[in-house]
């Protein structure tokens, strides 16, 4: 490579990268995710207790900082299109250590709902919805499962809706009311076209 | 009060205070107004009532009209009602015919944005400042005469640099102790920043002072049993704890003679009861006799009665000096001083709380005061810092900054505790220094050196070559074979997370203040803030003093303080306590309670309700009445409003001023 004009890869890099927060950010996107989260994430003093607790952080790209800082800043395009979005396991760790007694994991979830208004929602989260709705299970019994189950003593279904089908209309109405299979139905097909 | 009432002739003054009440108020109908209200003979506005063309303004008004009363619309008492008072008397009216109406912090300030409102509030306060002014009457202060002596409460550097100044001024002082020695907080420290003296070395010579000054009788191992009276006469009764060893000065006056302790040790040689020191937090040993380091002041011995099991042996080996005396019990003493500083200095946080740190849970996390000890050269390891796990040399420490400090989730301390940031670059200071090829970590959030030649430390520092890694430490945790410590962070300057191994982790734990010191400050009427420190009266303009007249603070008991800001400021409350000593006299506002003897039931419902202790019963014409200590009452008025009788009469808010202000403020102006 020359000196790297004309390479498509080197003029990515000469992009401008400042922050321009005038243009970048939405003042509302912190009121929507607070008033979502209800935890004061404007007080986040970038301290990195969060992602020092995560225990996806070292194993993946997500920073649940730099969402803290994405909120303050309301970079709501930057937050809401990162993938890394939905690798929070929402184990708490953070919200239990945080020193400013913010609750990050709930920023996390409500940008979640805000990007699920959006239809940005990876493929595997919305065949979940579609498990709940056809199962009430995020991760049905399967026949390894059963085996395992049987051979323990125990019955093969356990006490949830793999024995009580008849509770399975309840939770797709709840489901029916946030019209929840319906989108992640819809946005499934539009992937697919 | 017995001069003839004459019909009130009032003067109304508004202030301008540049844009802060004419940028909102509309200073012009505002003077206007004033103007037509009842007994208001003149009014006028100035731009800057406080300087001298407007006070001059005040004092020929008074000359000019004849005036009763005045009234200033203008900031607040706080600032500027002493001012207005001197205007009031230099005009030839007595300084309590003056009231003060507040439409700057009170109105312009907090309704910026409603100047309409912020005018129609400002006439009705100007209104009711009126109604009172047409009632108010000649006061005069009353005066109390000043024991000349001090007492200040803790002897750690700022107690000792408080009891010197005060002594030195030729003032009589007591300085009290609770601990056996004193010294405080700074003598257990090995080196101070940013100058890197060492501590005890700068200390003792100040130790040593107290501990002969002439004018200073120092008393440790005791502490405040009681406290009665008020400024420039408290009655303060001292407990002084069994110490089973008598002082050379005590066997004189005992009639021993040539006897007391002279520190010769042989005692504890003899004593065969082992107790962990305090002083070292428990990583030496001490006898149940004992001093806690060589240099204490005074070198007395003193006996742990809780562990001593009387076996007698130390008085055998006392000799012929009979300083010992097994049957030793508290003694109390009463003394007579006219002020009181308050230094009785900080605690260590809990930091176990803290669980995902892990001290007491991993042998080598340790605290940044068992640092201190452990690289100190008198200290239980003779300055070698070691592992506790294995007293192996450690190669790498992490330092914890904020340990518990501006933490807001209720278990740690909202505060910055100031002094970490310094003390931990010493440490790494230290450890590059004693032990060739040792790595500091410093985790940080922000790294406040705020202080004269601080940042140039913290540059020494960064060049000597510690690594500083900006996050708070999420976790640490222990591995169980090496006892290697590993850290977890987030190094937010990288944006990745940290799992650093360490030999040794030091926490730098939030400080809170000393416990069990709420009966102590209860006792001298200081309130604290929040947080547990002592309150002191006006953060920026009265830093030393608090609201207790004759009461002043010094040091870390009114907020985390380094060493130079707890001598300043120690300096400060001395230079206040010996204005009242040297003075002779004080001035009290009168605005205190009085009790019309007739109607009173002598109930003594009032006297529970007294905030400051002032009112007591008497017996007077055959039956009980109230009684006002006057020096003690602050006017809060508590008794006034809760007297049943209305048999207490508050001057200077009498009820029939206070119901003429709430008429004004109610009928509008119509009486």
């Known amino acids: 490579m020359a000196k790297g004009y004309n390479d498509p890869a080197m003029e990515e890099k000469f992009q401008d990268r400042y922050f321009h927060a005038t243009t970048e950010s939405n003042p509302e996107f912190i009121k929507e995710v607070e008033r979502l989260g209800r935890t004061p994430a404007h007080m986040c003093f970038q301290c990195g207790t969060c992602t020092g607790s995560c225990p996806s952080a070292p194993r993946s790209s997500y920073r649940i900082r730099k969402f803290m800082r994405r909120a303050v800043l309301g970079l709501e395009r930057e937050a809401l299109t990162d993938p890394d979005l939905w690798l929070c396991t929402t184990c708490y760790s953070c919200s239990d250590r945080c020193p400013r007694d913010i609750a990050p994991t709930d920023v996390i979830m409500a940008m979640r709902n805000l990007a699920f208004k959006e239809d940005i929602v990876p493929r595997n989260f919305l065949k979940t919805i579609q498990l709940i709705y056809n199962t009430g299970h995020g991760v049905p019994n399967n026949d390894v499962n059963r085996a395992a189950r049987v051979k323990l003593g125990l019955e093969a279904e356990p006490e949830t809706t793999h024995k009580y089908p008849e509770f399975i209309p309840g939770i797709q109405k709840i489901l029916d009311h946030y019209h929840m299979k319906e989108n992640a139905d819809r946005i499934l097909s539009e992937g697919e076209q | 009060m017995a001069e003839e009432k004459k019909q009130p002739r009032i003067g109304v003054f508004v202030c301008h205070c540049g844009t802060n009440i004419a940028g909102t108020i509309d200073v012009e109908s505002v003077k206007d107004y004033a103007a037509t209200l009842p007994n208001v003979i003149v009014a006028d506005d100035y731009q800057y009532m406080c300087s001298t063309p407007g006070q001059a303004k005040i004092i020929d008004a008074i000359k000019d009209h004849d005036l009763t009363g005045i009234v200033v619309a203008a900031c607040t008492p706080r600032l500027h009602e002493p001012t207005f008072r001197t205007a009031t008397k230099e005009g030839g009216l007595n300084p309590f015919r003056f009231e003060m109406a507040n439409i700057r912090d009170q109105n312009s ?53 408080a009891a010197l100044d005060l002594a030195n001024a030729g003032i009589k002082t007591y300085l009290v102790e609770k601990n056996p020695t004193v010294g405080g907080r700074m003598s257990q420290l090995d ?248 790595q500091p970590y410093i985790f940080y959030m922000d790294i406040r050196s705020f202080g004269k030649m601080y940042e140039e430390f913290y540059y020494r520092i960064q060049n000597e070559g510690a690594k500083f890694i900006r996050g708070r430490v999420a976790n640490v945790l222990e591995d169980a074979k090496t006892k290697n410590l590993h850290v977890y962070a987030e190094d937010t300057l990288l944006g990745r997370p940290v799992d650093l191994e360490v030999d040794m982790v030091v926490l730098a734990a939030a400080v809170q203040p000393t416990e069990n010191i709420d009966p102590v400050r209860k006792m001298f009427g200081v309130s604290c803030s929040q947080d547990g420190w002592m309150l002191e009266a006006h953060p920026k303009l009265n830093p030393c003093g608090t609201t207790t007249a004759g009461v002043f603070l010094a040091g870390v008991c009114q907020g985390p303080k380094d060493i130079p800001d707890t001598v300043a400021q120690a300096e400060g409350a001395a230079s206040a306590a010996s204005i009242p000593i040297h003075t002779g006299k004080v001035e009290l506002e009168p605005y205190f309670a009085q009790c019309l003897e007739e109607k009173c039931a002598g109930c003594g419902m009032c006297i529970s309700q007294c905030p400051y202790s002032a009112l007591d019963l008497i017996e007077k014409d055959g039956k009980q009445v109230m009684h006002v200590t006057e020096a003690k009452c602050k006017g809060c008025g508590t008794c006034g409003g809760f007297c049943p009788g209305g048999a207490i009469y508050m001057q200077h808010f009498t009820t029939p001023q206070i119901v003429a202000q709430i008429d004004a403020f109610l009928l509008g102006g119509e009486q």
Not at chain 2, 116 to 144: C, F, M, N, Q, W
Request: with cysteine.
């Open chain 2, 109 to 161: 300030w907090v309704h910026m944005h409603d100047p309409e409102g912020a005018t129609a509030k400002a006439k009705d306060a100007i209104r009711i400042a009126a109604a009172k002014a047409s009632l108010l009457e000649d006061l005069y202060p009353k005066s109390v005469p000043v024991e000349h002596a001090a007492m200040v409460v803790g002897a750690g550097v700022g107690g000792i640099q």
């Open chain 2, 191 to 438: 080196k101070t920043f940013p100058t890197l003296d060492c501590s005890q070395c700068i200390l003792t010579p100040k130790m040593v002072d107290v501990g002969r000054h002439p004018n200073i009788e120092l008393h440790t191992y005791t502490e405040v049993e009681s406290v009665d009276g008020y400024i420039g006469n408290f009655d303060i009764t001292l407990r002084k704890k069994a110490r089973g060893v008598m002082s050379q000065d005590e066997a004189t006056a005992k009639g021993i003679v040539g006897g007391g302790c002279n520190g010769c040790g042989d005692c504890a040689a003899a004593c065969p009861v082992i107790k962990p020191n305090p002083f070292e937090f428990g990583m030496a040993p001490r006898k149940a006799i004992y001093i806690f380091h060589p240099q204490v002041v005074p070198l007395v011995y003193t006996i742990d009665f809780d562990a001593c099991v009387k076996c007698g042996l130390c008085v055998e080996a006392c000799g012929e000096k009979k300083a010992i005396d097994l049957e030793m019990t508290d003694t109390f003493e009463t003394v007579k001083v006219g002020t009181v500083i308050l230094s009785t200095g900080y605690d260590m946080f809990e930091i176990e709380k803290k669980r995902e740190w892990g001290y007491k849970q991993f042998d080598n996390v340790i605290t940044s005061l068992e640092f201190e000890r452990l690289i100190c050269a008198s200290g239980p390891t003779g300055g070698h810092l070691i592992r506790p796990s294995d007293g192996e040399t450690p190669m790498k420490v992490a330092f914890v900054l904020c340990a518990g400090s501006r933490d807001n989730t209720g278990v740690g301390k909202p505060y910055c505790s100031r002094f970490c940031c310094m003390y931990s670059l010493k440490h790494a200071h230290q450890i590059m220094e004693k032990i060739p090829g040792c």
